[in-house]
C-alpha cells in the first residue's frame, strides 16, 4: 500500500484528491495539511511513504519542509505541487531532495500517475513542466536532469554504448536503461536516437 499525505492551503484542491484517491485500491490518504508546520507534524508522525507538497504554503515554505523531510525520513518520496512552472522553482524542489513536479492545473490522474512512479525509485516530471523547460538551451534542461543523468547524457554524446557507460559509472546497464528512457520523457522525445542527436549537440561536460 502506498501512503500519503498532502500540504495544501486550498482546501477546495484537498478535498477533490482525497474523493478522487478514495478509489484506488493501492494508495492510502494518511492526512493532510494546510500549512508547512502542520505537514513536518503529520509526517514525522505517520511517516507516509510519499508527501504531496505544496510549494508555497503558510509557515513553512515547500522548499524548507522537503529539507527537513529529507533530513529526518530520507525514506519518504517527496512530490512538488504547485503552480509554479518556472525553472528556478523545479531547481530549487529538486536540490532540496523532492523526486517529482506537478503542476495544479494538471488532471487529477497525473497526481496518481506521479505518486505511482516515485514509488517505482524514478523521477517524475509533469509533461507541462517538460514542455515549459525543455524549450530552452543546455541550462534549462539542467533543470529538469538530475546529475546521474546529466552524467550519462555526457557518455552518450562520446558514443558510449550503455554497457561501457555502465561500466564507467559502476552501475548496472538495467539502471543506465532506465536513465536513457526516464530523459526521453522528461525531454519528450518520441525515439531514442532523439536522445543522442540531443547529447552531441550540445556537447555535454561533467561540471
Known amino acids: 500500500m502506498i501512503t500519503v499525505a498532502i500540504a495544501e492551503d486550498h482546501q477546495a484542491l484537498i478535498?477533490?484528491?482525497?474523493?478522487?484517491?478514495?478509489?484506488?485500491?493501492?494508495?492510502?490518504?494518511?492526512?493532510?495539511?494546510n500549512d508547512g508546520e502542520k505537514l513536518l507534524h503529520l509526517a514525522r508522525l505517520k511517516q507516509p511513504k510519499v508527501v504531496l507538497c505544496d510549494i508555497r504554503m503558510p509557515k513553512?515554505?515547500?522548499?524548507?519542509?522537503?529539507?527537513?523531510?529529507?533530513?529526518?525520513?530520507?525514506?519518504?518520496?517527496?512530490?512538488?505541487?504547485?503552480?509554479?512552472?518556472?525553472?528556478?522553482?523545479v531547481q530549487q524542489m529538486q536540490d532540496a531532495g523532492a523526486v517529482?513536479?506537478?503542476?495544479?492545473?494538471?488532471?487529477?490522474?497525473?497526481?496518481?500517475?506521479?505518486?505511482?512512479?516515485?514509488?517505482?525509485?524514478k523521477t517524475y516530471f509533469d509533461q507541462k513542466v517538460v514542455h515549459a523547460?525543455?524549450?530552452?538551451?543546455?541550462?534549462?534542461?539542467?533543470?529538469?536532469?538530475?546529475?546521474?543523468?546529466?552524467?550519462?547524457?555526457?557518455?552518450?554524446?562520446?558514443?558510449?554504448?550503455?554497457?561501457?557507460?555502465?561500466?564507467t559509472?559502476?552501475?548496472?546497464?538495467?539502471t543506465v536503461d532506465t536513465h536513457r528512457k526516464n530523459m526521453i520523457k522528461k525531454l519528450d522525445f518520441k525515439k531514442p536516437h532523439e536522445l543522442l542527436r540531443y547529447a552531441v549537440e550540445r556537447k555535454y561536460r561533467f561540471d
Open 169 to 174: 559509472l559502476c552501475i548496472g546497464k538495467n
Open 15 to 33: 478535498d477533490g484528491i482525497k474523493s478522487y484517491i478514495r478509489h484506488e485500491d493501492d494508495i492510502e490518504l494518511l492526512g493532510c495539511a
Open 100 to 121: 517529482g513536479y506537478v503542476v495544479k492545473n494538471s488532471g487529477l490522474n497525473v497526481v496518481l500517475e506521479a505518486i505511482r512512479t516515485v514509488m517505482q525509485g
Open 60 to 89: 513553512l515554505d515547500g522548499i524548507t519542509v522537503t529539507r527537513t523531510i529529507m533530513k529526518e525520513l530520507p525514506y519518504t518520496k517527496v512530490i512538488a505541487f504547485t503552480m509554479f512552472d518556472q525553472e528556478d522553482a
Open 133 to 167: 523547460l525543455s524549450k530552452g538551451e543546455k541550462n534549462k534542461s539542467k533543470g529538469i536532469l538530475s546529475n546521474r543523468e546529466l552524467e550519462i547524457l555526457q557518455l552518450i554524446a562520446l558514443g558510449k554504448t550503455s554497457h561501457q557507460i555502465a561500466d
